[in-house]
Nanobody, 111 residues
């Protein structure tokens, strides 16, 4: 089993920045990729960014050039130039045989 705990969400004005963190524990040796998804009210959960164990990254078109995913002992999502449409609950996930999810952290961007 893998446990994921997100932190770093909050309220920010449009144009501002936030940095999300995701700490993994448990059977972390199984993990071969981690990523971030988000869910806005009334919408489906959508992909935001991912990073493999080898460091390859992938981004949704809507966040390219604004968000950066990175990792060391945790996975981070640096979010710059935030827009109101970035508002939602951000979830960390980890792929390692099974797909694991964190509990989510709220990001609210005011206009």
């Amino acid at each position: 089993q893998v446990q994921l705990v997100e932190s770093g969400g909050g309220l920010v004005q449009a144009g501002g920045s936030l940095r999300l963190s995701c700490a993994a524990s448990g059977s972390i040796s199984r993990i071969n990729a981690m990523g971030w998804y988000r869910q806005a009210p009334g919408k489906q959960r959508e992909f935001v960014a991912a990073i493999t164990i080898g460091g390859s990254t992938n981004y949704a078109d809507s966040v390219k050039g604004r968000f950066t995913i990175s990792r060391d002992n945790a996975v981070y999502l640096q979010m710059n130039s935030l827009k109101p449409e970035d508002t939602g609950v951000y979830y960390c996930n980890a792929q390692g045989g099974l797909l694991y999810w964190g509990q989510g952290t709220q990001v609210t961007v005011s206009s």
